[in-house]
């Protein structure tokens, strides 16, 4: 089966030297190499316009099935421990069973999709704090910059900044929650920080240790920002939160 893709000419050495520069300090993409090799392409994957709107609507329909697995999990408790799910998760969630999933304010998965001798195929789906806003967004504008006869797609990034920033007002703290020691997440919520504080927004890059959770609320104590965020975004792994967060209060920080 033929591939729906073309693969477009690479760019001259110079410009490659220049986005690759650009990608690091203006995109934070800090891990552009792994041994002696970038992590990044100096070509372009140009995909037809009806192939990628066919990707774009499997990658809806599966989202609605992540969504509706979720809600059923939540209904049923005794699935769980089948599940391998951390004590405290089970708890958790047993004590929510009876309740509506909270409506996150801005959700994002990625289906990690592949071209095969069958068609398209998945292998996983990063349902919880995916990455790849920076690849697929600020990388992408800056190789089109050379090619500007094709479109791209929409910017990911972009539009989840977008969704986070309309919750509050101009001035309000928001919160990037994330593993701090892991340089490959910090970079992430760098780059969604610029791109609010672009918006208005005062975005202060936090550890979960650094919330404070008061009849339901949180409350930023550290020794570099104090305050009330209006808005928290968590790129920290559910599984991972036992271990760093009481959860006593029978319910997750959203």
């Known amino acids: 089966m033929k591939p729906p893709w073309s693969i477009g000419d690479r ?15 203006d995109c934070c993409k800090w891990d552009i190499q792994s041994e002696d090799h970038c992590v990044l392409a100096d070509f372009p994957l140009i995909l037809e316009q ?8 499997y990658a809806e329909t599966l989202t609605q099935e992540v969504l509706a697995a979720e809600r059923e999990l939540l209904r049923r408790p005794d699935l769980h421990r089948v599940l391998g799910l951390p004590e405290e998760i089970c ?25 095969t001798s069958h068609g398209w195929c998945i292998s996983e789906v990063n349902a919880d704090v995916p990455g790849g806003f920076i690849e697929s967004s600020g990388f992408t504008q800056l190789m089109a910059e050379f090619y ?6 929409p910017d990911a990034a972009e539009a989840y900044n977008k969704a986070v920033a309309a919750t509050t007002s101009l001035g309000n703290i928001i919160g ?12 992430v919520m760098q780059y969604l920080a610029q791109g609010l504080q672009q918006k ?7 550890s979960p240790t650094h919330l404070k959770w008061e009849s339901g609320f949180a409350r930023i104590d550290s020794s570099f920002a104090t305050g009330q965020p209006a808005c928290l975004v968590r790129f920290f792994p559910a599984e991972w939160l036992p271990n760093r967060i009481c959860l006593a209060s029978g319910h997750f920080p959203s």
């Open 176 to 187: 990037l929650v994330h593993a701090t020691v892991h340089y490959d997440d910090r970079q």
């Open 200 to 206: 208005g927004k005062r975005a202060i890059l936090l």
């Open 11 to 25: 760019l001259r050495a110079d410009d490659w030297a220049s986005v690759r520069m650009r990608a690091m300090f």
């Open 148 to 153: 500007p006869d094709y479109l791209t797609p």
């Open 91 to 115: 708890d958790v969630s047993r004590k929510n069973a009876n309740e509506e999933a909270a409506a996150a304010t801005a959700r994002v998965m990625r289906f990690d999709f592949h071209f």
């Open 50 to 57: 009806e192939e990628w709107e066919s990707v774009a609507a």
